[in-house]
């Protein structure tokens, strides 16, 4: 369940509604004062799991699903008592993904952890401040080589990636991006060629999976936008899986990560959608850590993450995400990507460019 609240000087509003089996509230405050005390009596009634609190549009709460409310409520003020965590990757990833990673690393390095949670932003930004309240922030590939690549920025690149296992593939540093279709039109579908006319949808502009290497892959078979009959923009990966199960559209590119997780909390979806192909694999998710961090700080965060397998149940819950843990990784993963931004850079699907 969803609590939608709002908190503001003529007090509290609160609407709700179902969402799969999340149980989520979300406060939107004028003000902070208040705010807390409010929130956890709220928390305590209903014993909702997992808690997010905004104040002009910016998170500056969260509460940890495995702890009580009054004692895991994180203030972005104290920066010293805390490892700020921000994911800019959901929904196409799960949220609980970084929940659960959050709750690892404040268990191994015994320091209280936070997790914020941005949907309407592809990283952080400098310009709000962002450098000084979080950590390490999760990103996409394509927001990582665009704005954080520079040796001057407040954010370089953390050493670490996400090992993951695709169903066809196999265990590899990364993901793939997965062709999937309707089961309608599987039978007519033998290989990309046979998309030719079809309603296609991909999650954003950015994508590195759903857009750009798609119009890499066009531009090498002499095609061009109109090779589709229509073409839609979902917003992220589970939309576009969405949209095709749905029958919104008949085919779609989708980070193999998100459609992973998107069928193990929708298995009896599955029927309903047909893996065509994959392209790849495409370098593993940038883990993105604050230049001012402590340096030891920053290894034993690296460390942890290297090692989050090898324990038992940690590795059962992190292979719940597809996810069978985390490897060395260095700017020479990400050349790939790189071309691929650079050969599309003047590409779009919304222009023809033969």
């Given at each position: 369940?969803?609590?939608?609240?709002?908190?503001?000087?003529?007090?509290?509003?609160?609407?709700?509604?179902?969402?799969?089996?999340?149980?989520?509230?979300?406060?939107?405050?004028?003000?902070?004062?208040?705010?807390?005390?409010?929130?956890?009596?709220?928390?305590?009634?209903?014993?909702?799991?997992?808690?997010?609190?905004?104040?002009?549009?910016?998170?500056?709460?969260?509460?940890?699903?495995?702890?009580?409310?009054?004692?895991?409520w994180c203030a972005m003020e104290d920066n010293n008592k805390m490892l700020r965590l921000a994911t800019y990757m959901c929904p196409g990833i799960p949220v609980e993904y970084y929940e659960f990673l959050a709750e690892y690393l404040e268990n191994k390095l015994g320091i209280q952890t936070c997790l914020l949670y941005c949907s309407r932003r592809r990283g952080p930004e400098c310009t709000r401040g962002d450098h000084n309240r979080i950590d390490v922030a999760f990103v996409s590939t394509s927001t990582y080589l665009e704005k954080f690549r520079t040796s001057g920025?407040?954010?370089?690149?953390?050493?670490?990636?996400?090992?993951?296992?695709?169903?066809?593939?196999?265990?590899?540093?990364?993901?793939?991006?997965?062709?999937?279709?309707?089961?309608?039109?599987?039978?007519?579908?033998?290989?990309?060629?046979?998309?030719?006319?079809?309603?296609?949808?991909?999650?954003?502009?950015?994508?590195?999976?759903?857009?750009?290497?798609?119009?890499?892959?066009?531009?090498?078979?002499?095609?061009?936008?109109?090779?589709?009959?229509?073409?839609?923009?979902?917003?992220?990966?589970?939309?576009?899986?969405?949209?095709?199960?749905?029958?919104?559209?008949?085919?779609?590119?989708?980070?193999?990560?998100?459609?992973?997780?998107?069928?193990?909390?929708?298995?009896?979806?599955?029927?309903?959608?047909?893996?065509?192909?994959?392209?790849?694999?495409?370098?593993?998710?940038?883990?993105?850590?604050?230049?001012?961090?402590?340096?030891?700080?920053?290894?034993?965060?690296?460390?942890?993450?290297?090692?989050?397998?090898?324990?038992?149940?940690?590795?059962?819950?992190?292979?719940?995400?597809?996810?069978?843990?985390?490897?060395?990784?260095?700017?020479?993963?990400?050349?790939?990507?790189?071309?691929?931004?650079?050969?599309?850079?003047?590409?779009?699907?919304?222009?023809?460019?033969?």
């Amino acid at each position: 369940m969803i609590f939608m609240a709002t908190i503001s000087d003529n007090g509290l509003r609160i609407s709700w509604e179902w969402w799969k089996s999340s149980h989520i509230l979300i406060i939107e405050a004028t003000q902070l004062i208040g705010v807390r005390g409010t929130v956890d009596v709220i928390c305590q009634y209903y014993s909702l799991f997992t808690v997010f609190c905004v104040l002009d549009r910016s998170l500056i709460l969260t509460s940890s699903r495995h702890q009580s409310s009054s004692s895991s409520w994180c203030a972005m003020e104290d920066n010293n008592k805390m490892l700020r965590l921000a994911t800019y990757m959901c929904p196409g990833i799960p949220v609980e993904y970084y929940e659960f990673l959050a709750e690892y690393l404040e268990n191994k390095l015994g320091i209280q952890t936070c997790l914020l949670y941005c949907s309407r932003r592809r990283g952080p930004e400098c310009t709000r401040g962002d450098h000084n309240r979080i950590d390490v922030a999760f990103v996409s590939t394509s927001t990582y080589l665009e704005k954080f690549r520079t040796s001057g920025s407040d954010f370089k690149l953390m050493p670490v990636g996400a090992m993951t296992k695709h169903p066809v593939k196999g265990e590899l540093l990364g993901y793939y991006s997965d062709i999937v279709v309707h089961r309608d039109v599987r039978d007519r579908i033998k290989e990309f060629y046979d998309l030719r006319g079809c309603k296609y949808i991909h999650s954003s502009q950015t994508s590195l999976s759903s857009n750009r290497l798609v119009l890499k892959m066009l531009k090498q078979m002499g095609e061009d936008p109109s090779f589709f009959s229509d073409i839609q923009v979902s917003g992220n990966h589970m939309n576009s899986i969405e949209m095709v199960v749905s029958k919104k559209a008949e085919a779609t590119v989708v980070d193999s990560l998100s459609l992973a997780n998107y069928l193990s909390r929708h298995y009896y979806q599955e029927p309903e959608l047909h893996l065509e192909g994959s392209w790849g694999p495409l370098p593993p998710h940038p883990i993105l850590v604050n230049s001012k961090l402590p340096v030891e700080l920053q290894q034993k965060v690296e460390s942890a993450l290297l090692n989050i397998n090898k324990e038992p149940s940690w590795r059962e819950q992190l292979a719940k995400f597809s996810v069978t843990g985390f490897q060395k990784t260095s700017l020479d993963n990400y050349l790939e990507a790189i071309d691929i931004l650079d050969t599309t850079k003047s590409l779009s699907f919304g222009i023809m460019y033969y």
